[in-house]
């Protein structure tokens, strides 16, 4: 028995099969001819790329490629003499055209393009922002001598040339990193003794060099705009901070808006930024890697991509980093300025309460000192009409005949009554006192 008919049991993962495809969804191209190739890249959104999809297929329909549906990360379609290829990133799209069949003359490689394969303002109709769009010229036949630069600079507009020998010495690539008349950047590339596999993986390097170099630039964009803006904010946080430490407490309740104002600001610009600055320090790794992966020697004279490029671009992306780290001190900043303030605020209640106590403890001390003189008045005003209600029982008892004496009867009734009276409020009080004392505990 075959072992691939062997059962084993095995409980496969559900992404299993999607991990093993990944590794293969995006293939090298194979370059085995002289080709012109066309590649733009789009920024678009989830709804933009279905757009395209739909767009794509009926351009295939009209070119008599037979697709049902465009899906996946990456789409190869074979015409007659022209591939087309398109791929979903994250944030973008590509699609490149490579065509076999264009024959230009030396002196004029881009007279015409790969793009001629397309219906003219067919991209008027195609969703997205270009924000990559160049041309290459593949010259697959090997050749003993490459040609002179000084022959090639009509070819870029005489443009600073970047040349580089990849693969050391295999190929030789030229470029300026610039736009033409027709808003295209160009590539030149003449093939030593690369294979076509070879070649194919050379020039997916630099389409990926060239497409993620620039979408690593967006974020320089807006670190750019940012700098007077977080330069703004810095001198605001000083000075509130300033006046934190000088100013009064009367002023707090302006301090504290106006911090609450910058803390917005700045989560508002942070959550606007982060992804662009995360991932333009995403692109420029890629990139570099895909740079390394050239193995360049240098064309006498000129600089090499990896030596134009990071001269130029890895500063720009530094800013990115430099941004982001500045919105992050800002934010941190803030947030300890907040607290000092939150402190100062918590003192100066505290300060107040124990003011307030202070103020109440007099007042107690003010309302137990009436409350005792009110006590002596109740007690004398009790024993009074007590002794009225008594004189009036004694008048009644000596007028129905009983012989007694008023005066002796009074003068002894006065004293038990206060007594009395004085001795059942103490003790009320006292028993109120206790109860009091009991719910407190």
Known sequence: MSLTHIEYGFEWHEHRHNIYAELHSRPFKIISSDA????????????????????????????????????????????????????????????TITDTAINTSA????????????????????????????HMQVNFNKVTSFPKPQKLKPVFDHKLMVGSLPQHGAAQVWTSFHTHDDNFGR??????????????RMVQR??????????????????????????????????????????SASHDDDLLKALTDLADTIEAIRAKTTFRFNASLAYHGVMIARINELKEDEVSGHLTIKEFLTRRLTPAV????NAQDRLEN???????ASDMLRTRVELSIQSQNQQLLSSLERRSRLQLALQHTVEGLSVAAISYYTV???????????????????????????PVIIGSVWFMTKRVHK???????????
């Open 206 to 247: 630099i389409i990926e060099i060239e497409t993620y170099r620039l979408m690593a630039m967006l974020g320089f964009m807006e670190a750019r705009a940012l700098t007077p803006e977080l330069a703004s904010m810095d001198h605001a946080l000083a000075d509130i901070t300033d006046q934190l430490a000088n100013g």
């Open 431 to 441: 028993k109120i006192r206790t109860l009091a004392h009991t719910r407190n505990l």
């Open 107 to 134: 002196s004029e490689p881009f007279a015409k393009t790969a793009l001629h394969r397309l219906p003219q303002r067919w991209f008027a109709d195609f969703p997205g922002k270009t924000i990559a769009a160049f």
């Open 187 to 200: 590539f030149l590339i003449f093939n030593h003794h690369m294979s076509k596999g070879q070649m194919g």
């Open 330 to 336: 800002l934010s941190k900043r803030v947030n300890r």
């Open 318 to 321: 530094n800013s990115c980093s």
């Open 36 to 95: 012109h190739i066309s590649h733009v890249a789009l920024l678009t959104n989830e709804k933009e790329k279905k757009q395209q999809r739909q767009h794509l297929l009926s351009l295939l329909k009209q070119l008599d490629i037979d697709v049902e549906r465009i899906e996946g990360s990456c789409q190869v379609y074979q015409g007659k003499d022209f591939i087309i290829r398109y791929e979903n990133h994250l944030e973008f799209s590509t699609l």
């Open 388 to 414: 009225g209600l008594i004189k009036y029982l004694t008048d009644a008892i000596y007028n129905a005949g009983f012989a007694i004496n008023k005066p002796m009867i009074m003068g002894i009734t006065v």
